[in-house]
């Protein structure tokens, strides 16, 4: 008797998918004994708690997949603080002292305005503005900037003043040198945050850039993981079906 209540309890399972499947929309491939194929290849983990309800309409099954996985890791993160509550780190810790000044900054933000916004209106002058005034508080924004900065410093019409540079060595630097390095910067502070599993329009403009650069600086295959990076996260973010109506600015 108890094997035949454990068939009929797995038969069971197997008719009925399990809560990623289901949310996903998609054929759930397991046994009920252990986790499916799907979620095992996703790295989510397969549960069976969600109640049955009414099919709704089809969705991203990419952004299901995101979505799935942020709740669960906000899950396994609020378990295991214990109730203690964590303090965000300013990014001012992580950056590299003295390589980017507010007068670098205005320079190279006028020079994409004045000469790469024509044919490329992705960014919002006011928009920026505002992305600038957050780089204390938020990583993606510094690496936003960074990344615009480094761009145009290796464009080879582009020149900064003296009084851009607060470092001595760092004026030194030839533009496009002074380019790779703010290129660097940027790879090395996105180290710090999870821009893939919580994406926004500033991760995609910074892979943009990132892919820019890289392609001025000769340097194909990197410059296109990142042009499919900026791709893939544009894609996450639904940002294909928006540009129908408008475009996002920052």
Known sequence: MADSSSSSSI?????????????????????GAKACKNCTSSG???????????????GS???????LRENQRQTQL?????????TPHSPAYLRKKGLLSMEMITA????????????????????????IGQ??????AYCLVVSLCGYMMIQPNMSLPPTAFQDADIQLQPSLELGQLLI??????????????????W??????????????????????????????LSHVLGMQKRATTRRPET
């Not at 609020?78 to 964590?86: D, F, L, P, T, W």
């Not at 190279?108 to 992305?131: Q, S, W």
């Not at 660097?184 to 329009?201: A, G, H, N």
């Not at 943009?208 to 194909?220: E, N």
């Open 135 to 140: 780089m204390e508080q938020s990583p993606e």
């Open 78 to 86: 609020s378990s295991g603080r214990n109730g203690i509550e964590e």
């Open 61 to 67: 099954r990419a952004k299901v997949i995101t979505e």
């Open 203 to 232: 991760s995609v403009i910074t892979s943009f850039f990132l892919f820019g650069s890289y392609f001025c600086l000769d340097r194909q295959n990197t410059a296109w993981f990142h042009l499919r990076e900026a791709t893939t």
């Open 108 to 131: 190279c933000v006028d020079y994409f305005f004045a000469n790469m916004y024509p044919t490329m209106p992705i960014l919002h002058r006011v928009k920026v503005g505002e992305t």
């Open 44 to 58: 989510l983990t397969c549960t069976y708690n969600a109640i049955p309800q009414k099919k709704g309409p089809k």
């Open 184 to 201: 660097l910067e940027t790879l090395r502070v996105r180290k710090t945050y999870d821009y893939i599993e919580s994406p926004t329009f």
């Open 11 to 31: 038969s069971n399972a197997t008719k009925r998918a399990c809560d990623a499947c289901h949310r996903r929309k998609v054929k759930c491939i397991g046994d």
